[in-house]
């Protein structure tokens, strides 16, 4: 039940494009395409905004998408915008009805 | 919407016990498996526990299992979390959460969190 590996901080200016790693280990992100990322902004519960490696829930702007290679997820937001600005959490399903989240990534908007 | 609320914490100290609860409205709870998840003080998310819909399969983080236990009450819309022998680890805001069906599901819908603080 070892906590997945996210980058503490990533940033980019308005209009770039952030790439955000959660790596885990074959018995989790590696073993199971049940990989969903969470916004969560500054005293505010997390908001789900990619599920299933790489679907986008209803609402969530097309500039979210995910991928995954190996044990490694990643969380990609193009054309930065101001409000983007937040914490991101991965999160995987690890077996026997468990999950295990990542540190959480503070992405900066420039 | 869905809403979920949660309430229940507080200062205690440790050794002490807490038991948290989650009001669920605006959706068929009793079809839903439901999680906490806890945040400690400028830390990132963590999973804490999951309850199938019928209340018949539970599973614990391994840092708490032995002092919590999960529970609901199907007919009250409730989910419960029982903590015992709290430590100053366990330090945290604790989120109710649902899994957008069952097991395999994301966290879909999240409370706006209870502070538990355990210091003597």
């Known amino acids: 039940q070892s906590a997945l590996t996210q980058p503490r901080s990533v940033s980019g200016s308005p209009g770039q494009s952030v790439t955000i790693s959660c790596t885990g280990t074959s018995s989790d992100v590696g073993n199971y395409n049940y990989v969903s990322w969470y916004q969560q902004h500054p005293g505010k519960a997390p908001k789900l905004v990619i599920y299933d490696v790489s679907k986008r829930p209803s609402g969530v702007p097309d500039r979210f998408s995910g991928s995954k290679s190996g044990n490694t997820a990643s969380l990609t937001i193009s054309g930065l915008q101001a409000e983007d600005e937040a914490d991101f959490h991965c999160?995987?399903?690890?077996?026997?009805?468990?999950?295990?989240f990542g540190g959480g990534t503070k992405l900066t908007v420039l | 919407e869905v809403q979920l609320v949660e309430s229940g914490g507080g200062l205690v100290q440790p050794g002490g016990s807490l038991r948290l609860s989650c009001a669920a409205s605006?959706?068929?709870?009793?079809?839903?498996?439901m999680s906490w998840v806890r945040q400690a003080p400028g830390e990132g998310l963590a999973w804490v526990a999951n309850i199938k819909e019928d209340g018949s399969e539970k599973r614990y983080v391994d840092s708490v299992k032995g002092r919590f236990t999960i529970s609901r009450d199907n007919a009250k819309n409730s989910l419960f979390l029982q903590m015992n022998s709290l430590r100053t680890e366990d330090t945290a805001v604790y989120y109710c959460?649902?899994?957008?069906?069952?097991?395999?599901?994301?966290?879909?819908?999240w409370g706006q969190g209870t502070l538990v603080t355990v210091s003597s």
């Open positions: 605006r959706f068929t709870f009793s079809n839903y498996w």
């Open positions: 999160c995987s399903y690890a077996g026997s009805y468990t999950l295990v």
């Open positions: 959460a649902r899994l957008a069906g069952t097991w395999d599901r994301p966290l879909d819908f």
